[in-house]
């Protein structure tokens, strides 16, 4: 089921992206600034001007924990969202996690780069009797503190990002390791802010042996948001997305990290080099590359 591009080996870790589906964006919100002739080059728009993305999850596995690293848009999407964006999610974030033989009790710590309806809609599911209930039994909910104040009271201008309804379950259940900064996860994996998408927006840094892996999210949703000033209009805060880009982008190239990107369809990871004042993007070909 997934690729061979699907999956890395960083030390003895192991990261798998995981697509809960698809869904289509304009492109023009996607690129921000950047004129449609140059974007186009990058991300073929369809008759209605919008690109493909992907909503990827990664499975992170290290000897110690077993962790996810965002949960897609999730199975009961509201018709309204599911139609404006074309979502196609067959078979889904679960789907994938059961053909690897796994089910949602062996989850310990789902991660959520932040809380927009396409990050953590799989956080948690609608029980039969219309209720929201974790979806991960065992799992630790791991989350900026900031981020989870935003998401539970939207200001207006954020209400059609968060669905609160859905997240306030993992609040009542004890489910939460609210952080505030950067901070440890589990072993190898630590959270590191890199606001600017939302104010307190957080990557993932995995690390065994020397060797990492940095989770991106929202950051640099795909590879052809590498360059600084391709930067989504959804940022809140653009000036602090492309200083937090750069600073990581460079510190990727300079110490050899694989990245994950959180919309990109075919490229779930890649790397930098410098290339005088450039930053050259490798897609990894899969789990040799190490
Ligand atoms: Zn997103």
């Known amino acids: 089921m997934s690729q061979p591009q699907d999956r890395i080996i960083r030390g003895d870790i192991e990261v798998i992206r995981l697509v809960d589906g698809t869904f289509r964006v304009d492109g023009g919100a996607m690129f921000g600034v950047v004129p449609r002739t140059l974007w186009a080059k990058r991300a073929a728009p369809d008759r209605e001007n919008r690109i493909t993305l992907a909503l990827n999850c990664f499975l ?3 000897p110690r924990a077993t962790l996810l690293l965002d949960t897609g848009v999730g199975p009961n999407l509201d ?10 999610r067959d078979p889904g974030l679960f789907g994938l996690l059961a053909g690897l033989g796994l089910g949602p009790g062996d989850i310990d710590h789902v991660v959520n780069s932040h809380l927009h309806f396409d990050h953590c809609g799989g956080n ?6 219309g209720r929201w209930a974790p979806a991960f039994p065992r799992a630790r909910y791991v989350v900026q503190r900031g981020e989870w104040e935003q998401a539970l009271h939207p200001v207006e201008r954020d209400k059609p990002s968060y669905i609160p309804a859905r997240l306030k ?7 939460l390791s609210l952080l505030d900064g950067d901070g440890p996860i589990a072993p190898g994996v630590e959270a ?6 939302t ?3 957080q990557g993932v ?9 940095f989770y991106l999210a929202d950051a ?3 590879a052809a948001h590498i360059d600084l000033p391709y930067i989504m209009s959804f940022d809140l805060y653009p000036v602090e997305t492309y200083n937090n880009k750069k600073t990581m982008l460079e510190r990727a190239a300079d110490e050899g990290w694989v990245l994950g990107f959180g919309h990109d369809v075919s490229h779930p990871f890649g790397s930098l080099r410098r290339s005088g004042r450039r930053l050259e993007f490798t897609a990894s070909a899969g789990a040799e590359n190490d």
């Open 60 to 62: 992170v596995r290290t």
């Open 192 to 197: 590191v802010l890199v606001p600017g998408h």
């Open 220 to 222: 640099v949703p795909t």
């Open 124 to 129: 948690t599911l609608r029980t039969a009797e």
């Open 79 to 88: 018709r309204r969202y599911a139609d404006f964006y074309s979502f196609e």
């Open 205 to 213: 840094k995995v690390s065994s042996g020397g060797k990492t892996f």
């Open 199 to 201: 104010a307190f927006h």
């Open 169 to 175: 379950a993992l609040a009542e259940g004890d489910r």
